[in-house]
């Protein structure tokens, strides 16, 4: 057993805080464990018959620290004894198994669940966000459960930790797990109420999504300081001020400049389309581009990888990391503003500089139209439109201010 002034040397700040890839001991051979790719979990190290192990105590979304360090202790227990503590959890799911035979865990009935639906869905990325989902935030809690024992309490198990800091993924966590077990239900393999529902539910235990959830502004750079950092900008060599160069000119998210290829640009048309696959919103955007934008991207393609992204990351295959633009306006002394602020800066400029209207700035963002009713008579996407307005916003990010003044009335003679 280890001694206890070698256990609990993390605590839930230090927890909440880690962001870097490694292992964190808390002593007992209890570890925090942080991947390469930012996942977050518990895992549990011990020798046994000179024999080195893990085993995972679950994600740190789903299970705390307390929790963790009491499933370490078992372990110990167990260890003690002369049991491993993984050949031990596999004989114990073993009996559940035998016990119920014509039972079905939530892993089955959410695989069978995907499988049934996925030819009706529409974007087929959309069964692999369901995988994502699940096996990130439910799974480590129910997913070796049998869907008849799934209650309340394992919910707000799975949603308590998320419900305020990612209140758009609890949402669809929710939801999903309500149609797997509904699903299941509808198979007679669970009886009684669905302890995801929402209504008259959850609701009286979370709070309302309107109260969870706090908007969450982007730090922006003014526009008027464009003038001082477009320069700045241009003169950098690195992979990185190119792409952040085409984004802030473009206005389109990050995901959507890293993930260009070169053969979704016509230089003929001036014109960039995003796939629907990449767009938030699920449908194709085309982009105008600017002279100033249009130069970008022709110097781009004159070395991007064939198949490849126009802007390939140093890893075959892979493009620019996502991380690429923010480290270098941190090193650029602009460590108080993210990248997709910039959109929030091109937001401002027209309407505070120019007399585009609204609705002409928010598509070019590429946001939902907020009036159903415009929405349904606005049928096509204004691009010649956009396209004066994108060379109006390059033209400004280059110096030239003349052309995005706001209008003002001529005095008349009985004024002068």
């Avoid at 995988?131 to 990130?136: A, H, K, P, V, Y």
């Avoid at 799974?139 to 930790?161: C, N």
């Avoid at 990351?313 to 480290?327: D, T, V």
Wanted: aromatic letters at 6%.
């Amino acid at each position: 057993m280890a001694n206890s002034r070698q256990l609990h040397r993390l605590n839930a700040l230090k927890v909440a805080k880690e962001t870097a890839p490694g292992y964190y001991g808390d002593g007992g051979g209890l570890y925090l464990q942080i991947s390469n790719s930012g996942s977050r979990s518990w895992i549990f190290r011990f020798s046994l018959a000179k024999r080195s192990r893990e085993m995972g105590l679950g994600a740190v979304s789903s299970v705390s620290l307390a929790e963790a360090r009491a499933l370490a202790t078992n372990c110990r227990k167990l260890l003690a004894d002369g049991v491993d503590p993984i050949e031990a959890r596999n004989a114990d799911r073993e009996r559940v198994s035998e016990a119920s035979p014509e039972g079905l865990t939530f892993k089955q009935a959410a695989a069978d669940f995907i499988e049934a639906h996925k030819a009706g869905w529409k974007n087929r990325k959309h069964a692999q966000q369901w995988e994502n989902t699940l096996s990130t935030y439910a799974y480590p809690v129910i997913g070796t459960k049998d869907v008849s024992e799934i209650d309340t309490a394992m919910i707000v198990r799975i949603l308590q930790p998320i419900w305020s800091k990612k209140a758009e993924t609890a949402s669809r966590v929710r939801g999903r797990i309500e149609s797997i077990l509904d699903a299941a239900k509808a198979l007679g393999k669970r009886t009684g109420e669905n302890p995801a529902r929402w209504r008259g539910h959850l609701e009286q235990i979370l709070p309302k999504r309107s109260r969870a959830r706090r908007v969450k502004h982007h730090p922006a750079l003014p526009y008027t300081q464009m003038h001082d950092f477009m320069p700045q900008l241009r003169a950098r060599e690195a992979q990185a001020a190119r792409v952040l160069h085409l984004l802030i000119l473009t206005g389109v998210r990050t995901s959507e400049a890293l993930l260009a290829r070169p053969e979704e640009f016509d230089l003929g048309k001036r014109l960039w389309i995003v796939p629907p696959d990449r767009m938030k919103m699920e449908k194709e955007l085309r982009v105008p581009l600017s002279e100033q934008a249009l130069e970008i991207v022709r110097e781009a393609l004159k070395t991007a990888p064939k198949g490849g992204y126009l802007f390939p990351g140093q890893r075959k295959g892979k493009p620019l990391s996502n991380m690429a633009m923010l480290n270098m306006l941190d090193r650029m002394g602009y460590e108080e503003i993210t990248v997709h602020g910039f959109r929030s800066t091109f937001r401002d400029w027209v309407a505070d500089c120019t007399e585009y209207p609204d609705s002409l700035a928010e598509m070019a963002l590429a946001h939902a139209v907020e009036s159903k009713v415009e929405g349904a008579y606005r049928r096509g996407d204004m691009l010649e439109r956009r396209r004066r307005m994108m060379q109006d916003w390059a033209d400004f990010c280059g110096g030239k201010t003349a052309t995005v003044l706001p209008f003002t009335p001529p005095q008349s003679q009985a004024a002068v």
